[in-house]
């Protein structure tokens, strides 16, 4: 099996290859009405994706834009599957390892640490706020408006409010 590239490689890429594996092309018979059997071949109906990134990618510096995993090859029968599951991540998170093609199995692992990573850093937050001996007011969030929406929340529903 080849080495398969580094997260910020794959990221930057034009395409990459199939995450779900896509079906074989498979080979029949034309028959008309004359019954006259001819040899056909059906290919599977494929499509190069580009598909927004939320877990694995940082945000690119154009806006609030999510990197993308691009041109990756896909049957068109699958591309609903990933909708379904939520996005690429979600389709990796629901499906076992053997399910997927060795790249695909690459991005899961891929993830799956992320994901581990998030946890460990929210476990550490957590117990900051334990050690500071109760909760720390939010990022970006004034301390006095909590206040005034908690103090707002015990007076009763007013029309217009």
Known sequence: MSRIPSLSTLLSRRSNPAIIPIAPTRSGNNKPKSLQKTKRTFKPNLTRVDWPVTLLGEPVGRGDALPKLRGVKTQMRRVRDV???????????????????????????????????????????????????????????????????????????????
């Open 83 to 161: 909708e379904k599951a939520g996005g690429i991540e979600g389709l990796l998170l629901s499906r076992q390892s053997k399910d997927l093609t060795p790249f695909g199995a690459y991005l899961r692992s891929q993830v799956f640490s992320q994901l581990h990573r998030i946890k460990i850093d929210l476990e550490a937050e957590k117990a900051a706020r334990r050690a500071a001996g109760g909760k720390l007011p939010l990022d970006g969030v004034d301390a006095g408006s909590i206040a005034e929406e908690n103090a707002n929340r015990d007076l009763p529903l007013l029309e217009g409010r």
